[in-house]
Every structure is written in C-alpha cells, then in structure tokens.
C-alpha cells in the first residue's frame, strides 16, 4: 500500500477559486502537472479532449469575450458578472476541452467520461504538487458562441471544465463527504 498516496486521496479536496492567490504556476512548474494529469483512462487511446492554459493575456480576453456575450444575449447584471468574473479573478486556468474522435468501437460518452476524469486528475495533480486548484464551468462553458470565440472551439467541442490553479491563502473548510451507507450496496 502506498500509504501517502492514499492519504492524499483519501483526505483531497479542491480549493475555492475565489481565494486562490498569485502565484500561479508558470510553464515550468505547470507542464509536468498537465503531463500527471493526461495519464487518465482513455479507451482506445483516442486522446479526446486538448487542453488551453490562460494566463493573465488570455484571461482578461477571455473575461471581455464573456462580457460582451452576456451582453448580446440581453443577460442581467449577476450573469455579465458571472461571464467575467472567474477569468477576472484567475491567475492561471486550463480548460479542458472534450474533443471527441469518430471511433467504431468507443463511443461518445466513454470518451466524455475521460474527459470529466481528466478534469479531476487535473484538479488532483495541481493539488499534490502544493497548489489550490478548482474544477468549474458556468454558464460561458455551455455556451457555444462563446466557447468558439474564446478557446477555438469546433463543432464537435466543449468545455468540460475550467480548471483553476494558484496559491492558496487562508484554510478552507472541508464540505461534507458522502455517508458509505447511502450510496453504497453490497451484493
Ligand atoms: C462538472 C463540474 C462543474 C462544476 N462547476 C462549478 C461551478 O461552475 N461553480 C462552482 O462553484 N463549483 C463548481 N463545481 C464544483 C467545484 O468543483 C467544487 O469545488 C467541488 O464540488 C468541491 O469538491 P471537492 O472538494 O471534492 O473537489 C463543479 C463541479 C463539477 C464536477
């Protein structure tokens, strides 16, 4: 048994990104994060999904993109804030994109399944390397116009997830866990 790795599984949480604090990882100490986190299951070996990273350039672009789209869709003042603000607040954010491939014998949601596990791995890798990290979407995930605009998005594509990487500041609270006896079955 691998006593610290299960430790960090067993005791890991994500951080709230409202807290994360500069710095956030460069290229340097990001690229064997993301290497750690593409080793997720992926039937086939189809690699569907890719990855964006922003840093503080792409995010205030990003953040205008949501801005203007929430304009344009006639939003309330709470859903321009929300198309903005965690691209406003982030100093470091990978998107995860889910880029299915055309394959006879996988289909789609398998490969949407690795998409949601390479958010999390993500999420895990960020977090054993000493960082806070957080999965989110919102609304600027689901939406398509946006997602073209902001990161390239084919027809195909979405966004799985906008994953979150900084320093944490000060303790956050654990939420509370699941109960084994009301999600689990013993046959
Ligand atoms: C697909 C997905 C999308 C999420 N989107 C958001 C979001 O937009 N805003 C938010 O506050 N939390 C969102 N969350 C929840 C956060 O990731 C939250 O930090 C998480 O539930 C904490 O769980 P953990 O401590 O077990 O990692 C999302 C979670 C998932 C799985």
Redesign the pocket.
């Given at each position: 048994m691998t006593q610290d790795a299960f430790a960090f599984l067993a005791n890991r949480?994500?951080y709230p990104s409202k807290a994360l604090q500069a710095p956030a990882p460069d290229r340097t100490a990001l690229e064997p994060i993301l290497q750690a986190a593409l080793r997720v299951p992926d039937h086939g070996n189809l690699q569907p999904w890719r990855l964006v990273v922003g840093y503080r350039k792409a995010l205030s672009a990003w953040a205008d993109i949501g801005e203007a789209r929430a304009k344009a869709l006639g939003d309330d003042p709470v859903r321009i804030e929300k198309g903005r603000g965690q691209f406003d607040r982030s100093h470091c954010a990978v998107v995860v994109i889910g880029s299915p491939k055309p394959a006879d014998k996988v289909p789609e949601i398998e490969q949407t399944l690795s998409a949601g596990a390479l958010c999390l791995n993500l999420?895990n890798a960020a977090t054993a390397a000493g960082w806070g990290a957080?999965?989110?979407?919102?609304w600027v995930s689901h939406d398509r116009a946006f997602i073209t605009r902001a990161f390239g998005c084919a027809p195909q594509e979405w966004v799985a997830?906008i994953v979150h990487i900084g320093t944490k500041g000060a303790p956050a609270p654990d939420?509370p866990r699941p109960d084994l006896a009301q999600v689990v079955t013993w046959e």
């Amino acid at each position: 048994m691998t006593q610290d790795a299960f430790a960090f599984l067993a005791n890991r949480q994500s951080y709230p990104s409202k807290a994360l604090q500069a710095p956030a990882p460069d290229r340097t100490a990001l690229e064997p994060i993301l290497q750690a986190a593409l080793r997720v299951p992926d039937h086939g070996n189809l690699q569907p999904w890719r990855l964006v990273v922003g840093y503080r350039k792409a995010l205030s672009a990003w953040a205008d993109i949501g801005e203007a789209r929430a304009k344009a869709l006639g939003d309330d003042p709470v859903r321009i804030e929300k198309g903005r603000g965690q691209f406003d607040r982030s100093h470091c954010a990978v998107v995860v994109i889910g880029s299915p491939k055309p394959a006879d014998k996988v289909p789609e949601i398998e490969q949407t399944l690795s998409a949601g596990a390479l958010c999390l791995n993500l999420v895990n890798a960020a977090t054993a390397a000493g960082w806070g990290a957080q999965w989110l979407t919102g609304w600027v995930s689901h939406d398509r116009a946006f997602i073209t605009r902001a990161f390239g998005c084919a027809p195909q594509e979405w966004v799985a997830g906008i994953v979150h990487i900084g320093t944490k500041g000060a303790p956050a609270p654990d939420r509370p866990r699941p109960d084994l006896a009301q999600v689990v079955t013993w046959e």
